[in-house]
């Protein structure tokens, strides 16, 4: 290409164009200006240190080595494996299930408690530790028993994961691999299932538990343990690794905001203004991504409802845990073998309408619910609460927009973002980072329109500034400075004071 961006050379091979004749060399002038020298090749030009590492920054370097080691990284994942004495215990317990089954009457058995059966299980064991000609010592005899008890009343290889209060997620990828996180990093857990089947047993004794169904018909279940815990089941066909289990578990303490203000998860200046939020029955969207901690903020932003106010809780699976006096959960059922009897959310909330609520609080919206949800905070439910999934506050708005237009209602797109405008008070914005915490990274409110958009107004941002050396994100907690919208309804409430400190 030439200056002009036309080929030198003319029109490629063909020579001169039709119908100009041929083009006749030009003679040299010798008042022209010399020709400049052409510049020098792409691979000639150098960047600075690039010949000589030294030169190099140390921060590039470093960022290259990263890239590198991430690119060589195997990207097969491993399986879990048991090592030392939960291997030799996992070794005995595979001799002695089948011998103890043939000696006990498993209705029998369902009937008592762990305890009991413990109990009732000590001469059996020893008995069968003698047919095989081993012999343990005190420790290993009590492992030995509470593998056995949970193998046969609970939940198998899972109780260990359950019972560790550091970890917040256990993943069982089929059989022979079970991931969990440990303060927000994933990590392969030393648990094994015996095959597919044994699995398969588990995922089904948690969802007959209440009352759910999973096999190759419906593949797809969604159920809870008695802790709370959410559970999230899938069997083959469609997990091709084999059953499934996802489990959420949520801490036996409730948190509140103190508590997550003291974590760094936000401010206390944003602690104080979520409080007034709850407090003074603002219309609040949870909005944020999955394990980011948006139902644990439903939780602590509870807290802050008049114990004499009737709270109703419209979930697909149970798992709020409100601590107010007048709290009644609801739950969706799904559809029975002949596809008949489901009950959506949308029907709960229609439902719930009739029930006599001061707030509705649901889960998550994800569909044609939204419009009801909508509707019950424009229509005297202020403080009702919701989550979503979403990576910001405009975002939120728009996916509720969305929502709304998937359902069989025929709304113009304005009269939905009016609608929006005028039920929704806030948006609070949380998100997990890369380094595992948890923060709310937004709080914004919702002022009203203007023409077709929904105008919003920021009051709190978290901005990174840094990371540190061990990986961990450093940033700060910003207040806008500006006056809420809310201010009003704060006033009515006698908070007005308190929440313009607060966010100024």
């Not at 083009?23 to 000639?44: D, H, I, K, S, V």
């Not at 815990?229 to 083959?236: F, G, Y």
């Not at 609040?284 to 509870?302: D, E, F, H, P």
Request: contains cysteine; charged residues 25%; glycine residues 8%.
């Amino acid at each position: 290409m030439n200056a002009f961006g036309r080929r030198n050379g003319g029109m490629g091979t063909t020579g001169a164009r039709g119908g100009f004749g041929v083009a006749r060399p030009m003679q040299a002038n010798p008042l022209a200006r010399p020709e400049p020298e052409p510049f020098p090749a792409t691979e000639a030009l150098a960047l600075p240190g690039e010949g000589d590492p030294s030169l190099v920054p140390q921060g590039t370097v470093d960022a290259m080595q990263r890239l590198a080691d991430r690119q060589n990284a195997s990207g097969d994942a491993g399986a879990s494996r048991m090592e030392g004495f939960e291997a030799s215990i996992h070794r005995i317990k595979e001799q002695v299930l089948p011998r103890l089954l043939e000696r006990v009457d498993p209705e029998a058995a369902a009937t008592l408690g762990k305890d009991e059966l413990a109990e009732e299980f000590r001469p059996i064991i020893g008995e069968v530790l003698a047919e095989l000609k081993l012999t343990l010592n005190r420790r290993e005899q009590f492992a030995l028993e509470k593998v056995l008890v949970d193998e046969l009343l609970g939940l198998g290889p899972l109780e260990e994961l359950l019972a560790d209060a550091d970890i917040s997620d256990i993943m069982v990828n089929g059989p022979d691999q079970t991931f969990v996180e440990r303060k927000g990093k994933l990590e392969l857990a030393n648990i094994q299932f015996r095959d597919e089947e044994h699995l398969f047993q588990i995922a089904q004794r948690i969802c007959n538990s209440v009352g759910r169904r999973v096999d190759q018909t419906t593949p797809l279940a969604d159920a809870r343990l008695k802790d709370g815990s959410r559970v999230n089941v899938i069997v083959p066909p469609l997990s091709l690794r084999g059953t499934a289990i996802s489990i959420r578990k949520f801490s036996a303490k409730p948190i509140t905001l103190d508590m997550m203000a003291g974590f760094g998860s936000m401010s206390q200046k944003m602690a104080t203004a979520l409080k007034i939020a709850g407090a003074c029955r603002f219309n609040v969207v949870i909005s944020g991504g999955t394990g980011s901690g948006k139902t644990t903020m439903l939780n602590a932003l509870s807290k802050m409802i008049d114990p004499g106010e009737r709270v109703l809780t419209i979930e697909d699976a149970a798992e709020l845990r409100l601590q107010q006096p007048h709290w009644l959960p609801l739950e969706t059922r799904p559809a029975n073998l002949e596809g008949q009897g489901e009950i959506s959310i949308r029907d709960l909330v229609k439902n719930a309408l009739r029930m006599r609520p001061d707030r509705i609080i649901l889960g998550e919206i994800r569909g044609s619910e939204c419009f009801d949800m909508l509707a019950a905070m424009n229509t005297g439910h202020d403080g009702s609460m919701c989550t979503l999934h979403s990576n910001s506050p405009r975002e939120a708005l728009a996916r509720m927009e969305n929502m709304v237009m998937m359902s069989d209602i025929k709304v113009p797109k304005e009269a939905i973002s009016r609608q929006i405008a005028d039920s929704v008070d806030m948006i609070i914005q949380v998100k997990r980072l890369r380094d595992g915490s948890r923060r709310v990274t937004n709080i914004t409110e919702v002022i009203g329109m203007e023409g077709p958009v929904i105008v919003t107004q920021e009051l709190f941002k978290f901005e990174y500034l840094d990371e540190s050396a061990d990986g961990k994100i450093i940033g700060e907690y910003r207040s806008m400075g500006l006056r809420p919208y809310t201010f009003d309804k704060a006033k009515q409430f006698g908070f007005d004071q308190a929440y313009l400190e607060a966010c100024l």
